[in-house]
Structures are given as structure tokens and as C-alpha cells.
């Protein structure tokens, strides 16, 4: 069964940090871009960061630059998304999601993804 399966969320203080996965099964992310999703209650869902599948090109949402880092590691199949400096504002479901062919660059577009995680929570409360 092809999925991606996130992992890594959790409760964490402000200020803190956390690191989400996002782990293919049954493909491989090799020729995909990744990228990562959020969405708090009550919100649209919002783009956070992405990275290409050839050059590891990275992209980042205006809210997080600066405090997330997405990164790749194709040889264990998984994208990772490295959140410093947590803020409550960061509350929300992330979500990972894979695209072959991302036309004209459009990362933020829901409709480019082939799969998508089925969400891991992410609170920043103290």
C-alpha cells in the first residue's frame, strides 16, 4: 500500500522544538517534491515548507522562514521538518505531501499532491 505516514508531534512549551517525519511506504519519494501543510481549527489550511526532489531546492512559508528547516534523507525514504523557536500561532495538524510534477512552482496548490500523511498534531502551549 503506497503511504506517507507523519510522525514526531507532540506537546511542546514555547520556544521549544520539535522535529515531524514524513515516511513513504509501498514508493519511493526519490523523484517526488515534498511538502508540508498545516491547519489550525477553524483556518484554511496553510502552506509551511517544501523541497524538491532534484536539486533538494527548499521553500518556506513567510510565518515560518527562519524557524523550520525541511530537509530530505532519500536513502531512508523520508522528509523531515526541523520547527525551532515553537510559537503558540504554530498550533495545527501538519501534513506531508508528495507531487511528482509541480507546475509552475505552485508548492502552495493542494491540488499538485499525489498523497498526502494523514496529519500529526503539533501543540505549542505552556
Request: aromatic letters at 14%.
Given at each position: 500500500?503506497e503511504?506517507?505516514?507523519?510522525?514526531g508531534?507532540?506537546l511542546v512549551?514555547p520556544?521549544?522544538s520539535l522535529?515531524?517525519s514524513?515516511?513513504a511506504s509501498?514508493?519511493?519519494l526519490?523523484?517526488?517534491?515534498?511538502?508540508w501543510?498545516r491547519?489550525?481549527p477553524g483556518?484554511?489550511r496553510e502552506?509551511?515548507?517544501a523541497i524538491t526532489?532534484k536539486?533538494?531546492?527548499?521553500?518556506y512559508?513567510?510565518?515560518?522562514k527562519?524557524?523550520?528547516?525541511?530537509?530530505?534523507?532519500?536513502?531512508k525514504?523520508?522528509v523531515y521538518?526541523?520547527?525551532n523557536s515553537?510559537?503558540?500561532?504554530?498550533?495545527a495538524?501538519?501534513?506531508?505531501?508528495?507531487?511528482?510534477?509541480?507546475?509552475?512552482?505552485?508548492?502552495?496548490s493542494?491540488s499538485e499532491y499525489?498523497y498526502?500523511g494523514?496529519?500529526?498534531?503539533?501543540?505549542?502551549s505552556?
Amino acid at each position: 500500500q503506497e503511504q506517507l505516514v507523519e510522525s514526531g508531534g507532540g506537546l511542546v512549551q514555547p520556544g521549544g522544538s520539535l522535529r515531524l517525519s514524513c515516511t513513504a511506504s509501498g514508493f519511493t519519494l526519490d523523484y517526488y517534491a515534498i511538502t508540508w501543510f498545516r491547519q489550525a481549527p477553524g483556518k484554511e489550511r496553510e502552506f509551511v515548507a517544501a523541497i524538491t526532489w532534484k536539486s533538494f531546492t527548499t521553500y518556506y512559508g513567510d510565518d515560518v522562514k527562519g524557524r523550520f528547516t525541511i530537509s530530505r534523507d532519500n536513502a531512508k525514504n523520508t522528509v523531515y521538518l526541523q520547527m525551532n523557536s515553537l510559537k503558540p500561532e504554530d498550533t495545527a495538524v501538519y501534513y506531508c505531501a508528495a507531487g511528482q510534477t509541480i507546475v509552475n512552482n505552485r508548492f502552495d496548490s493542494a491540488s499538485e499532491y499525489e498523497y498526502w500523511g494523514q496529519g500529526a498534531q503539533v501543540t505549542v502551549s505552556s
